[in-house]
């Protein structure tokens, strides 16, 4: 399981930036009359949403006993956090059919489907801004998801963040899509996408490569600042701090961390990165109280390569790729007792995955 650890000031002034940014956006693109007095603008955007804020926790893995011969048995307990999640958000999306609020409140951790959908149920403004601080299994990470789309007739503007702590994504896309109609339940959209990112693809540690695949890593180890007394067979932390007495230790478990932590750092000293990139994509909803079938898509089959040094068309031998995502909900009851159920959506942003699925059957006996 992959955890980023934060520093929640700075990564909140982020997401407060992106969040003004993706409002000015879409407030520009969409037509709005100059003379709608603010008051009567803001009633009706922000009418049927919810603002909420919830907290869920509860207990995480056991305590784990480690032992150790090295000076006699020796038994040292791992104990690992509570898991907590801190939810703040507000939304502002409309209910398909076969989405039913089986919560009294919004506590945090309901998770719609088709918020991934290029079209919502209704047309015109709906938003979702949610910042979710997590921790699992003793590690803390940062969750992030706000967009703000709008659809019309013929066209689609959405704009939208995302950080996702265990796929370790992030990114802001804009997207300005026409939109075709076939019939009421089918729609086709072709625009473009602009995405901005950490340039993806950028190996920090292929300067240290040797032909045979190794790594120069006590080179690169003493030049971050760490030392080592070969004689006494003692490491020293940068900040002088001895971290390990025997070369295993330091192979195993100090060397892993300065790579990691290396690695992070020379990512988070380049600047982000834009693409701009041609999308297609469909839309597709059908809804009867004993059927149901929703699924959407979304494909970037080319991208522009600006020839920049961190461009991800060099990481990809300057060829395109293909970054997509999509989702499935459908559902059948057979009969007043038997019915199934199959719910997911999948992304593919950069190589990088990640998805959310689920399958089942319902028997109601009585």
Not at 129 to 158: C, P, S
Not at 195 to 218: A, F
Request: proline share 2%.
């Amino acid at each position: 399981m992959i955890g980023v650890k934060i520093k929640q000031k700075t990564k909140m002034e982020n997401a407060m930036r992106i969040s003004k940014i993706l409002i000015l956006f879409i407030v520009l693109s969409i037509s709005t009359k100059a003379q709608t007095p603010l008051k009567e603008f803001c009633k009706k955007t922000f009418k049927f949403s919810t603002f909420y804020v919830a907290a869920n926790g509860g207990t995480s893995v056991s305590d784990v006993d480690v032992f150790s011969v090295d000076n006699g048995l020796e038994t040292v307990v791992v104990k690992t956090p509570y898991d907590y999640n801190l939810a703040l958000g507000i939304r502002k999306i409309a209910r398909f059919g076969y989405e039913n609020k089986a919560n009294t409140f919004y506590d945090g951790t309901e998770e719609s489907w088709s918020d991934g959908a290029n079209v919502g149920k209704v047309d015109g403004l709906e938003f979702l801004f949610e910042v979710d601080y997590t921790r699992q299994q003793g590690i803390e990470y940062l969750d992030q998801h706000h967009f703000l789309r709008y659809v019309a007739d013929h066209y689609i503007v959405k704009g939208e963040y995302l950080e996702n702590g265990f796929a370790d994504i992030k990114y802001v896309e804009m997207s300005e899509r026409y939109r075709y109609k076939v019939g009421k339940k089918l729609s086709f959209n072709i625009g473009l996408a602009q995405r901005m990112s950490e340039p993806y693809g950028y190996d920090p540690l292929e300067d240290w490569l040797l032909s045979n695949g190794d790594i120069h890593y006590t080179y690169l180890a003493i030049e971050q600042g760490y030392n080592i007394n070969v004689y006494e067979g003692e490491y020293f932390s940068p900040d002088g701090k001895l971290v390990a007495t025997s070369k295993e230790v330091w192979e195993s478990v100090i060397i892993p961390t300065m790579l990691s932590d290396y690695s992070e750092k020379k990512r988070g000293d380049l600047k982000n990165k834009m693409l701009q990139s041609l999308v297609v994509g469909l839309d597709f909803y059908h809804y009867k109280k004993n059927f149901w079938f929703h699924s959407w898509g979304s494909v970037m089959p080319y991208h522009h390569n600006d020839g920049g040094l961190y461009s991800y068309h060099k990481y990809n031998n300057d060829k395109q790729w293909k970054d997509y995502s999509g989702g499935l909900v459908f559902g059948y009851k057979y009969n007043k007792h038997l019915g199934v159920f199959v719910e997911g959506k999948y992304n593919k942003y950069w190589n990088r995955e990640w998805y959310d699925f689920k399958l089942g059957i319902n028997y109601v006996i009585f």
